[in-house]
Structures are given as C-alpha cells and as structure tokens.
C-alpha cells in the first residue's frame, strides 16, 4: 500500500511536464498495470473522470490498482438495455485527481513500454530483467481482464483497439517465452497465446 500522497501525490517527484514525469521503480507494475487497463478499457473524458468495462473483474482490479497508488477510485455498476439488459462497469476518478493520474498512466505506459520493447539484452538475475517479467506479467494480465478475451480450440486471444498495445503483448509474451498469433481485423489486433499458459490471475 502506497501513502496517500502516493506516487501522484504532491512532493513525490511527479511534475506539471508531462515529458518529464517518472513513476518510481517500486510502483510501475502497479501503474503500468493500471495503463494497460485504462489502454483495454474506453476511457470518458481527458483527464479520464471515468474508465468503462465489460467485465466487472476488470473495473474491480483498476479500482484496486488506483487505490494502491493513492487515488479513491471508484467502481460502479449502471444496468441498461430493454428486455435485453447489460451491465456496464465505470471506474470513477476522483476530479481533484484526474489530472495527475493521467499523467501518472501516461508516464507509467511510456516506463513500461520502452523496458519491455528495449533490445538490450539483461542477464537473468539483473533486477532490470526481473521488471521486465513482472511488467510482463502486468500487462497480459490486464489484457486477459480487458481485453475482450476469446477461446478457439488451443488459442486464447484477446481483442485491442490499439497496434501498439498489441506490439507490448506480443513482446511480453516472448520474455515469457509464450508463442504468440497476431492478426488484423476490421477495427481491431487480435493477439493469441496457446490456452491456459497465460492468465489474468
């Protein structure tokens, strides 16, 4: 559990440069997790007042995620349709909050993207290489939270709006020496690992 300054509050090294920020070492899995989540999810606003999921799984880990890092997040559920009804999961950013956690995702995404796509190669038992898997680990596990995540025979695959959160996936998968299958389809990157290899535990 992080102070409630956290790594977004005040006095923490997180600044008004956006370039500049840097979420420190020991939080990044937590914040990185957090970006590929808000990254799977769909996002209202900028800053984000609020995160929307399909899954209630997915809002209950961002909630949990945010909260590590000091932000009173907030998840709800807000049932729609006809006879056909729904539920759809809303993550609630605090106002007072919402600009320095953007800066936080961003920074966090922008940290853990450049580590798990950086070609330096890293001994075993560097501490860098251990972030490397624990990021790794983040992130699939975000995606099989959030994104839109499918069986088909041996595959599991998940479904993303976005290439580059696919290229992240597909090279945490091959740190964590798991095969992966990446295709294109209309409005989307569909990136499968063999069943039960990876998990969103």
């Given at each position: 559990?992080?102070?409630?300054?956290?790594?977004?509050?005040?006095?923490?090294?997180?600044?008004?440069?956006?370039?500049?920020?840097?979420?420190?070492?020991?939080?990044?899995?937590?914040?990185?997790?957090?970006?590929?989540?808000?990254?799977?999810?769909?996002?209202?606003?900028?800053?984000?007042?609020?995160?929307?999921?399909?899954?209630?799984?997915?809002?209950?880990?961002?909630?949990?995620?945010?909260?590590?890092?000091?932000?009173?997040?907030?998840?709800?559920?807000?049932?729609?349709?006809?006879?056909?009804?729904?539920?759809?999961?809303?993550?609630?950013v605090p106002e007072a909050k919402r600009a320095a956690t953007e800066r936080m995702i961003a920074a966090a995404w922008r940290q853990g993207r450049q580590a798990l796509l950086g070609n330096e190669t890293l001994g075993a038992s560097s501490p860098r290489?251990?972030?490397?898997?624990?990021?790794?680990?983040?992130?699939?596990?975000?995606?099989?939270?959030?994104?839109?995540?499918?069986?088909?025979?041996?595959?599991?695959?998940?479904?993303?709006?976005?290439?580059?959160?696919?290229?992240?996936?597909?090279?945490?998968?091959?740190?964590?020496?798991?095969?992966?299958?990446?295709?294109?389809?209309?409005?989307?990157?569909?990136?499968?690992?063999?069943?039960?290899?990876?998990?969103?535990?």
């Amino acid at each position: 559990m992080y102070p409630p300054n956290g790594p977004i509050g005040h006095g923490n090294g997180m600044n008004q440069d956006p370039a500049r920020d840097i979420v420190p070492a020991a939080a990044l899995p937590t914040a990185f997790e957090a970006a590929c989540l808000v990254r799977c999810g769909f996002a209202q606003g900028r800053p984000p007042a609020v995160i929307e999921f399909d899954r209630g799984d997915a809002a209950g880990r961002l909630t949990s995620l945010l909260t590590r890092l000091g932000v009173a997040a907030a998840h709800e559920v807000q049932t729609g349709g006809g006879r056909r009804r729904y539920d759809l999961q809303r993550v609630h950013v605090p106002e007072a909050k919402r600009a320095a956690t953007e800066r936080m995702i961003a920074a966090a995404w922008r940290q853990g993207r450049q580590a798990l796509l950086g070609n330096e190669t890293l001994g075993a038992s560097s501490p860098r290489h251990t972030l490397r898997v624990t990021l790794a680990h983040a992130a699939w596990r975000a995606a099989m939270l959030a994104g839109g995540r499918r069986k088909r025979g041996d595959l599991m695959s998940v479904r993303l709006s976005e290439q580059e959160m696919a290229a992240v996936l597909v090279r945490a998968a091959r740190l964590l020496d798991v095969a992966t299958e990446v295709s294109r389809r209309p409005g989307c990157f569909m990136v499968a690992v063999p069943a039960g290899v990876l998990s969103a535990a």
